[in-house]
C-alpha cells in the first residue's frame, strides 16, 4: 500500500509506503531532500509545511516537537518534520530545494 | 558491641523495643531485620554552617557532590537505545543514556564548541546535535565531523569525546559518578544490599512528585531520618505509632548507609497508659479514612464495613497486619501468607549516601531524595517516588513520569499520596523555619539526641569526611 505525497513549488510526487517517511522515500525515489543530519531527527532542516491532507499524517512525537518548537513554529499538525512524517492518505506540502538526485 | 566508649548512648526509651515487638510476630522475621547496632558517635553539636552558607554549598558540590554515587534516575525510564534522562546536581548536568540494549553511559551534558548545554530534558535521540552550530556526537560519545570542518583544523574527533562520568546499576535505579577514580559502586555500598533485602527492580514507579521546599537539603533530609518529632510535629499519629522507641542502626564502619524501624499499630510510649488496643486499631484506621489508597499503601475499611474485632488477649497490631495481609493479596494476586506483620506495618527506612532514601517493606515502597537546587543553600529539591508491585506478577506498567507541584501546592492535594500526604504536609512546616532560624540562631551548632538522632549525626559526619578528604 502506498500513498501520493505531492510536493510543491516543483510538482514532485512520491509514492509513500506504509510505515516509512517521507524522507526516506524521497531518497529511496532518487530524490535529494534539504538535510544536514541525513534523516535523524536532530538537524530540523528537513521542514515542510503541509497544505492538504494533515488529517492524513502521523502525530507528532517527542523528538519532533523539540524541533518544531525549534524552529518557531507552532505544534499544530501543519508544520513537520520529513524525516519523522508518516502518511496513511494523500498529502500536499510545500517544500523548496526537493530535485531528483543528479546522475554522475 | 558495648564498650566504655559507647556508654553514654546505651539508654533507650522505657517503652518495648522494636525487637520486643518483632519477637511477637505472628510470622518468622528475617535476620535483616533482627539486626541491630548502634555506635555511638559523639554528642558534640553540628555547626550551623553546612545548612546556611552559599560558600559551604558551593565547596560541598566539589568536594562531595562531584565525587559521590548518587541516584541519578531508574532503568524503566530509559528502556531504548537513544533514551536519556538529564540529571543535574549544582552547576553540573549529565546525560544519562541508554548506548546499547546493556549499555548506560553518563555524558557530560555540554558541547565542547562554546559550551551550551547539549540536551534540555529527557527523551529518544540516535545523536546529540547541538542547537548552536550543530556540533554533533554519536551515542558513544565519539564526535562526528563539525559543520565547516574547513575552518576546525585544530579540532580532531579524538580530541572532541565526549567526557563521560561513571554509572552503576542497582535493582532497576542508576547511580552516577563524576569521579574517575572513585571505588567502585559494589563496595561504596558496602553491607547496604544485606539489609535492604526487598526487590524494587520487580516493581514500576507509580508516582513520582517533586517540589523545591525553601530550606537546605539537608534540614530536608534530617527531618525524614528520626521518629522524635512525632510528638510534636504529627500529635495525631501518637495513638498508633511507636516513636520514641523506634530503633536507629548506624555502624562506625558503614559510612553510606544507615536505618530506622519505627513500629505502627502501638502506641507510642507517650500516650500508652491511656490508650487501649481498641483505641489504636480506630485511630489507625481513621487516620487512613479520609484519603484514597495510595497504590495499596494504606489500609482501608470499605463503606459500611464494621471496624475488626481484637479477639481476647489479642492487640491491634495483629489484626491491623492480617487485614493489611488479605488487602494486599487480594489487589495484587501475590502471596502474602508468609509475610511478617513488620514488613506490613512499620516504617522500616534506610539511607544511602547522599539521595537515595528508600522505605523497605512488602507495600508499595516510599523513596526520597532530597538535594540541593542549584548552589541555593537555602532551597533544595524534595521528591516522592511509589515503587509498586504491578497488578500481574510480570507485567511491566511504564514509569510514572516526574509530576513537579508548585510551592504553594499542598501534598495533602495530591491523592495518590494517601495518608502521607497531609503527613508530609507538616514535616514540610516545620522546615522553612528552621532555615531562618538556623540564621538567627546564636549559638553556633545544632544539638543531637544521642540515640534517636544518630542517624543525623552519622549522615552529617559522613558529610564531613568527604568535606575534609
Ligand atoms: S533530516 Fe534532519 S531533522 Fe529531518
Ligand atoms: S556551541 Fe555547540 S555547536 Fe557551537
Ligand atoms: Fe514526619
Redesign the interface.
Known sequence: MTHRVAVRPSGVELEVLDGEDVFTAAGRLGYRWPT??GG????RTCFVQVEEGAENCSPVG??ER?GIE?LRRPVDGLTRLACRLRVEGPVTVTKRGVRRRVQE | MMDETSEPATARCPGPSVQDYLDQDSRPVPPALRYERNDYLGSEDIDTARFTSREWAEREMRQVWRRVWQFACLESEIPEVGDHEVYEIGDDSLIVVRTAPDEIRAYVNVCLHRGRKLRTGGGNVSEFRCSFHGFTWNLDGTMQTPPCAWDFPHVTPEKFALPEAQVATWRGFVFINMDPYAESFDSYRGTFDDYYIWPLENRYKSLHIAKVLPCNWKVAQDAFIESFHVIATHPQMLTWLADANSQYDVMADQPNWNRMINIQGAPSPHVADSVTEEDVLETFYDSRSFYSAAQGRDLVMQEGDELPAIPPGGTARQVLAARMREQLAATSQQDFSQTPDTELLDAINYLLFPNFNPWGGAKSNIIYRFRPNGLDPDSCTAEIIFMSSPKQPGETPPPAKIRWVPEDTLFADIPELGVLGPVFDQDCENLPYVQQGLKAMRKPGITLANYQESRIRHFNQTLDQWMSR
Open positions: 544536514v543530519c535523524k531527527g536532530t538537524c517527542p523528538l523539540e525549534a
